[in-house]
């Protein structure tokens, strides 16, 4: 039998994760591995101008509920997997909570990577074999395709679900990329950093996450999502944050009362500033000079 096909409409998210937003035509596929997994592909077509997107996979870890959960791999293969026309086919592999019935909660729990009450999200580096694996599935099946055919294709998506796995538990650099695609570019992560570096130089006044990405160049939901997979915390998070370590300094220094560091880090009032420095620092700032 022929694995079911269905033409379904694409998520654009998913698209934008690899792409940004100059998508020029996509047209997306499902398939039916074995009984909880899926194949989702897109045939992508980009602008010209566009620069060729790197090779990146990602894991997602999705808990449901109590023994339940999805987990998706998704890649974006080396130019050499590639549809007709020279468009780019970005993949998707889905398994299902099906997949995981075949074994015991304690059995898979055991050295698994994830926390089960939250969501997980980390990038991985494809290997020579999960990319044959990769290219494997992606072959197109006829209807004279037999059961072995259909066990390699299941071999071949378990095979990519356990290197995606064992990416988790091994020290290497390329499995610790931030799990947003575009950072794979040297010049996305430099915008990032210069964003932090701006922050830095502004905190007596902040800037907006507007006036921010307009500094430098990049797109307000990218450097919020970059900003947060390089420095593990929201822009807000990070500046406030900064802001109050800078406080602290000059409270120590003893040189300006507690009303004038307020409003030389650009604090609105004497209260708003005493709120936000006990939230971050645990303590009011009358407690820090004792």
């Known amino acids: 039998m022929a694995p079911v096909t ?9 698209l934008q994760r690899f792409f ?17 997994v899926q194949l989702h592909y897109a045939d992508v077509m980009i602008s010209p ?17 109590e023994g339940n959960y999805y987990l ?14 020279d468009s780019y086919r970005v993949v998707q592999m889905v398994f299902n909570p099906a997949f995981f019935c075949q074994w015991s909660n304690g059995l898979i729990c055991k050295k698994q990577p994830f926390r089960f009450d939250r969501s997980t999200e980390q990038a991985f580096a494809l290997n020579a074999q999960s990319r044959e694996s990769l ?44 799990a947003c695609s575009f950072l794979s570019h040297s010049g996305e992560r430099d ?21 921010l990405s307009r500094e430098v160049g990049m797109n307000e939901c990218y450097l919020k999502k970059g900003f947060k997979a390089m420095f593990g915390k929201t822009i807000h998070e990070f500046q406030q944050f900064q802001r ?3 406080s602290k300094e000059l409270l120590l220094q003893g040189n300006l009362s507690i009303n004038e560091v307020a409003f030389k880090m650009g604090f609105g009032s004497a209260s708003h500033f005493s709120t936000s420095f006990k939230k971050i620092a645990g303590m009011k700032p009358c407690e ?3």
């Open 49 to 65: 101008a566009q620069d060729q997107p790197e090779e990146v996979a990602f894991l997602n870890f999705y808990p449901v509920d």
């Open 135 to 178: 290219e494997l599935l992606l072959k197109p099946c006829a209807e004279t395709d037999d059961f072995i055919h259909a066990l390699r294709r299941q071999e071949a998506a378990i095979a990519l679900l356990r290197h995606a796995l064992e990416a988790f538990l091994v020290p290497d650099e390329a499995n610790r990329l931030p």
């Open 191 to 211: 915008k990032v950093l210069d964003a932090q570096r701006i922050i830095l130089d502004h905190l007596d006044r902040p800037l907006t996450i507007k006036e």
């Open 72 to 85: 998706q791999l998704s890649f974006l293969p080396e130019r050499g997997v590639k549809s007709a026309d």
């Open 6 to 14: 269905e033409i379904i409409r694409p998520k654009a998210e998913f």
């Open 244 to 246: 109050i370590e800078r």
């Open 20 to 36: 940004g937003e100059d998508v020029v035509a996509v047209e997306t596929h499902k398939e039916i591995i074995s009984t909880g």
């Open 288 to 290: 820090l000079l004792g």
